[in-house]
């Protein structure tokens, strides 16, 4: 299997003092479909963003296609590494059509202008995410789900051997999540590398090659779905009961958590709430928010 | 919702040809808008739909203060226009604009310093140069003050801005304190955007610069579309997005400055006409900008000549006029935006 990037002994801070990401050691493979996951705050955004080389390194090392990462040209890097940020927040209303063009970028010396081959590619890509009919329309005007296809079409634009898709499909409708997966799925086949970072776990059993698992900025599990996605793995990272079982009409792990421990506790807690205890504490509360709603006026 | 560009580019064109004719027959020398119409088209060559006999004192008026003027009002709003939808691409904040980062009161500055070491009796180019140069000190002071960590955070470049005009607005004044008076009268020039007595020098003066900084602009057009996406999407197709930005508000600072060299500090031109342009054409900057040099152009040279229409035997500033035009679209501007938030 050819390597793609060699990552050894990584370790990174947004500041100095402050380290996110500890002892990372990583090789990723042609044809890979990885998928990052780990809790909030693990460093799973930061990792992607090292490794595209937004955000320096304090030691280690990273290695693209067998040259230092720091060696890279931002220009150079854009051609091999195409990285779709977690939200795109558009000021203005550019066209489906104009955001894909922005794809070709890194291919155009500074005096070059846009050729038929530019337009070939974004047609295709266009094409292959299905959202050829709205390149005329004003991006703002498209669904989450169309959007997120938009900026799909971007990065395949880019024709890049290796995609980082920063939670594409967090805030999509059931389908369009599901489809982004598939994509990625095909894509990986046809020998392109996707790394992402996933916040859906059964989405990621079911459609990624390998899984990262990161718990406070280091690895805790990487390898293939089955292996990473146990119980034991799985609450360790997350800090909460959750259950791996296996789907039999999938053949997938199904992920749920189990209610926690201090549950009785709770039950109290919302017999205050709802009034059924002692009749004080539910009166105080009352006055409480009356007031606080008079506040507000 | 689908953009009509070429319906827009035809209006425009439209727009263009009438607003001209309107300004050469506007003022107090009468001539009727007919009367100039038929006398454009001699000029031109072109067929005359009505035979008209222009005076030798008409023709001096038309060609020596009225064409001056009009080709000057093009030059300055296409100029401030385009300016105005660069720094608003760059920093992809629809509110930026040549005055609020510091350009227009770094170029007064500038101008004022030429005007009272008497520099402009000397060269006429004196004044451009003093101009350009104090609104590059400006443009990096405010970038020096806004600079974090090798970034430019929107929010921090707009507020120095501010703090840079503050500071520039003293430095002016504590000039105006030891001026003498015929220098304060040019001084007050500055302060009101006029159009005043411009002739075929300041055109002259004024074509170069700003000719160059429009088609600089417009061959940036595809590097800007990339930058109006936002930093991290520039920097995620490679772009080395400090570089660009750096070109493009020197640019548009050497665009700016020499408008305001030719004709004063005039508001609102660089913030309106590139939003109303957005609205119709689209943000796609290989649109956007030549629909903005037309509207700039209309826009400024319309408000110039209804200047010397509304009042008999008197005129308004152009400044005047494009301030109380500007305000109510800037206003509601605001309202639109905090209503997204």
Redesign the interface.
């Known amino acids: 299997m050819e390597n793609l990037i060699q990552v050894s002994n990584l370790v990174t801070g947004y500041e100095k003092n402050n380290v996110i990401l500890q002892n990372i050691n990583l090789s990723i493979n042609k044809g890979d479909f990885i998928g990052i996951i780990g809790k909030n705050g693990a460093g799973k955004s930061t990792l992607l963003k090292t490794l595209r080389g937004f955000l320096p390194y304090s030691s280690g090392s990273v290695e693209l296609m067998g040259k230092a990462l720091t060696d890279y040209q931002q220009r150079e890097l854009a051609m091999k590494i195409a990285y779709l940020q977690q939200q795109v927040e558009l000021t203005f209303d550019y066209t489906a059509k104009d955001i894909v063009m922005a794809g070709r970028y890194p291919y155009k010396k500074w005096y070059q202008q846009q050729d038929d081959r530019d337009k070939a590619v974004i047609e295709a890509s266009m094409e292959y995410t299905g959202v050829s009919d709205l390149a005329d329309k004003p991006i703002r005007a498209l669904s989450g789900g169309q959007r997120q296809r938009v900026l799909l079409a971007k990065v395949l634009a880019q024709q890049t051997e290796i995609l980082f898709l920063d939670e594409p499909a967090a805030g999509l409708d059931l389908f369009y999540q599901e489809e982004i997966f598939r994509f990625c799925q095909e894509l990986c086949r046809r020998g392109k590398t996707v790394v992402m970072v996933v916040h859906e776990l059964n989405l990621a059993a079911r459609y990624c090659s390998r899984l990262v698992l990161l718990k406070q900025g280091q690895i805790l599990a990487d390898g293939i779905p089955e292996e990473v996605l146990q119980d034991e793995i799985l609450s360790n990272a997350y800090d909460a009961p959750i259950r791996a079982v296996t789907n039999e009409a999938t053949g997938h792990a199904d992920i749920f958590t189990e209610p926690s421990e201090d549950s009785l506790e709770k039950q109290q807690l919302l017999d205050t709430l709802m009034g059924k205890s002692v009749d004080d504490t539910a009166g105080e509360e009352h006055q409480e928010n009356t007031n606080k709603q008079e506040g507000k006026h | 919702?689908?953009?009509h560009r070429k319906l827009v580019a035809i209006v425009l064109l439209v727009m263009l040809c009438v607003t001209v004719v309107f300004s050469l027959s506007a003022g107090q020398y009468d001539l009727s808008f007919w009367h100039v119409a038929a006398w454009v088209c001699q000029q031109l060559g072109l067929p005359v739909f009505q035979d008209v006999t222009t005076t030798a004192q008409q023709e001096a008026v038309l060609m020596f203060i009225r064409a001056p003027r009009t080709v000057v009002a093009l030059l300055v709003g296409a100029g401030l226009a385009t300016s105005g939808a660069i720094l608003q691409?760059l920093f992809?904040?629809?509110l930026a604009d040549p005055g609020i980062i510091g350009v227009s009161s770094g170029a007064t500055v500038g101008a004022v310093v030429a005007i009272s070491l008497g520099l402009n009796t000397i060269s006429m180019f004196a004044l451009p140069v003093m101009a350009f140069a104090g609104a590059m000190m400006a443009v990096f002071m405010t970038i020096v003050l806004a600079t974090r960590n090798g970034r430019i955070p929107v929010l921090t470049l707009l507020l120095s801005g501010v703090v840079v005009g503050m500071l520039l607005g003293a430095i002016t004044a504590a000039m105006l304190v030891v001026m003498d008076e015929s220098k304060l009268q040019q001084y007050l020039f500055w302060t009101i955007g006029s159009l005043d007595y411009r002739n075929w020098e300041h055109v002259l003066m004024g074509a170069g610069p700003i000719g160059l900084g429009l088609i600089i602009m417009i061959?940036m057009a595809?590097?800007l579309?990339?930058l109006?996406?936002?930093e991290?999407?520039a920097?995620?197709?490679?772009?080395?997005v400090m570089k660009y930005r750096l070109i493009l508000l020197m640019v548009s600072a050497m665009t700016t400055a020499t408008s305001v060299c030719i004709s004063g500090n005039i508001g609102f031109v660089g913030l309106i006409i590139p939003h109303m342009m957005?609205m119709l054409v689209?943000?796609?900057h290989k649109y956007l900008l030549p629909a903005s040099i037309l509207a700039g152009a209309v826009f400024l040279l319309f408000c110039d000549a209804l200047g010397r229409e509304v009042l008999e035997k008197t005129e308004i500033n152009v400044g005047i006029m494009t301030a109380f035009l500007g305000t109510p679209y800037f206003l509601y501007l605001l309202r639109k935006h905090s209503n997204i938030e």
């Open positions: 919702m689908v953009y691409g992809s904040n629809p061959f595809r590097h579309n990339v109006a996406l936002g991290a999407e920097k995620s197709v490679g772009m080395p957005r689209g943000p796609n």
